[in-house]
């Protein structure tokens, strides 16, 4: 069975800092992962993902994360926090192929003070 | 990109009363959505996947009687809380999975919170 594990459940960072949010997942196939950031009362957005090929990928409002197999980890970075960034953030996997269910993390809230 | 509807965003009911929740692909067809559900400052499970022309499949644990799917065409699919009480309250978010272009990437609702007096 595939699981997620978000270490943090909140983070808190200045504006212009660096922010890191970390995944780790566990998988008996190669994973496809995923990051989804939610602002209030609000859906879910992709900011990135990784299928297969490089293992850094970027995504949109200037965040990437890194795919390491040998730490089971897929941490997402940006590296100077905005105001605007404040949300919360969700890691999630799926089996690869197809378009299976997504098995999401706990979720971190990300806070960015002045 | 692909647009996910999901009507209402908010509803308020009493309890004892059903309530439909639409999620309807925009600009692409989806024979397979899911349902999730939040609770607050809690992630999301994974209630059921819908599928067009045939039964949801639920996950372990969720009461399909008490959660009815209905995803009667490829842009369609309809969850109703039947007999809903106060614990039926949460956050339901439905999404559907790219059917071209990006693939592997599953397009959000805006969800629909619900509030059962």
């Known amino acids: 069975a595939q699981s997620v594990t978000q270490l943090g459940s909140h983070v808190s960072v200045s504006e212009g800092a660096l922010v890191l949010l970390r995944c780790n997942y566990s998988?008996?196939?190669?994973?496809?992962l995923f990051w989804y950031v939610q602002y209030p009362n609000q859906g879910l957005q992709l900011l990135l993902k990784?299928?297969?090929?490089?293992?850094l990928v970027k995504g949109i409002n200037g965040f990437e994360a890194e795919f390491k197999k040998s730490e089971t980890s897929f941490h997402l970075t940006k590296p100077s926090a905005h105001m605007s960034d404040a949300a919360e953030y969700f890691c999630?996997?799926?089996?690869?192929?197809?378009?299976?269910?997504?098995?999401f993390g706990a979720g971190t809230r990300l806070a960015v003070h002045p | 990109g692909a647009v996910v509807s999901q009507h209402p965003s908010r509803v308020i009911c009493k309890s004892g009363t059903s309530v439909k929740i639409e999620c309807r692909s925009l600009?692409?067809?989806?024979?397979?959505m899911f349902w999730y559900r939040q609770f607050p400052k809690k992630s999301l499970m994974l209630m059921a996947t819908?599928?067009?022309?045939?039964?949801?499949?639920?996950e372990q644990g969720v009461e399909k009687d008490k959660f009815l799917i209905n995803h009667a065409s490829l842009t369609l699919s309809t969850l109703t809380v039947t007999s809903a009480h106060p614990e039926d309250s949460s956050f339901y978010i439905c999404?559907?999975?790219?059917?071209?272009?990006?693939?592997?990437?599953?397009?959000f609702g805006a969800g629909t919170r619900l509030s059962v007096l």
């Open positions: 999404s559907a999975p790219s059917t071209s272009g990006i693939k592997n990437i599953q397009y």
């Open positions: 998988s008996s196939v190669p994973p496809y």
């Open positions: 990784y299928t297969t090929g490089a293992t």
């Open positions: 999630a996997v799926s089996e690869t192929g197809g378009y299976n269910k997504l098995i």
């Open positions: 600009d692409f067809q989806a024979t397979t």
């Open positions: 819908s599928n067009e022309g045939s039964k949801a499949t639920y």
